[in-house]
T-cell receptor, first 114, second 114 residues
Framework: KQEVTQIPAALSVPEGENLVLNCSFTDSAIYNLQWFRQDPGKGLTSLLL?????REQTSGRLNASLDKSSGRSTLYIAASQPGDSATYLCAVSGGGTSYGKLTFGQGTILTVHP | DADVTQTPRNRITKTGKRIMLECSQTKGHDRMYWYRQDPGLGLRLIYYSFDVKDINKGEISDGYSVSRQAQAKFSLSLESAIPNQTALYFC?????????????FGAGSRLTVL
């Protein structure tokens, strides 16, 4: 059974800092890995998707890397801003009979203070 | 209008009552999912449907049932609600024809069972 763990559970940083969120998964037979953002009282917004054959994806100040063999992904946020405050979730999609279903981590609550 | 609409957004009910959460989408996606989110636990898959005639149990289907009334509609029912079903429920859709299984989430339905 796939298990996804995110570290740290919560992170508070001053504005302008670069930061790294970590995600690990137990079964390396994944189809892809996604990072989501969740704002309070709202749904999830997909930030980045990395296919299993890829090493990283970038969007603006966000960079996500994937090391499938070691079961790890990191989300790097450059020059953090208060508007980045949210919960960040990673999720993996399995192959085979698990294709199309996501297994989520418990999330990292990020607070960026001015 | 939102691509994925969930109703109701908030519901308070009593133990033993039957509850239906509804989801409709305008994205034309084949696949629809119901997840529940509990504090500190991430999202867990309840049921998913790959097309109108296909319904599959997820990780935590006990106590729930679903109906895929049309390609655009997927409802979740709690036949006899219990307090540990208090959670935030999300509907999501995806289109595998795109090849990446990127999920689009609704805004969530917060259910409280007293």
């Amino acid at each position: 059974k796939q298990e996804v763990t995110q570290i740290p559970a919560a992170l508070s940083v001053p504005e302008g800092e670069n930061l790294v969120l970590n995600c690990s998964f137990t079964d390396s037979a994944i189809y892809n890995l996604q990072w989501f953002r969740q704002d309070p009282g709202k749904g999830l917004t997909s930030l980045l998707l990395i296919q299993s054959s890829q090493r990283e994806q970038t969007s603006g100040r966000l960079n996500a890397s994937l090391d499938k063999s070691s079961g790890r992904s990191t989300l790097y946020i450059a020059a953090s801003q208060p508007g980045d405050s949210a919960t960040y979730l990673c999720a993996v999609s399995g192959g085979g009979t698990s294709y199309g279903k996501l297994t989520f981590g418990q999330g990292t609550i990020l607070t960026v203070h001015p | 209008d939102a691509d994925v609409t969930q109703t109701p957004r908030n519901r308070i009910t009593k133990t033993g009552k039957r509850i239906m959460l509804e989801c409709s989408q305008t994205k034309g996606h084949d696949r629809m999912y119901w997840y529940r989110q509990d504090p500190g636990l991430g999202l867990r898959l309840i049921y998913y449907s790959f097309d109108v005639k296909d319904i599959n149990k997820g990780e935590i289907s006990d106590g729930y049932s679903v109906s895929r009334q049309a390609q655009a509609k997927f409802s979740l029912s709690l036949e006899s609600a219990i307090p540990n079903q208090t959670a935030l429920y999300f509907c999501a859709t995806s289109d595998l024809r795109v090849g990446a299984n990127v999920l689009t989430f609704g805004a969530g339905s917060r259910l409280t069972v007293l």
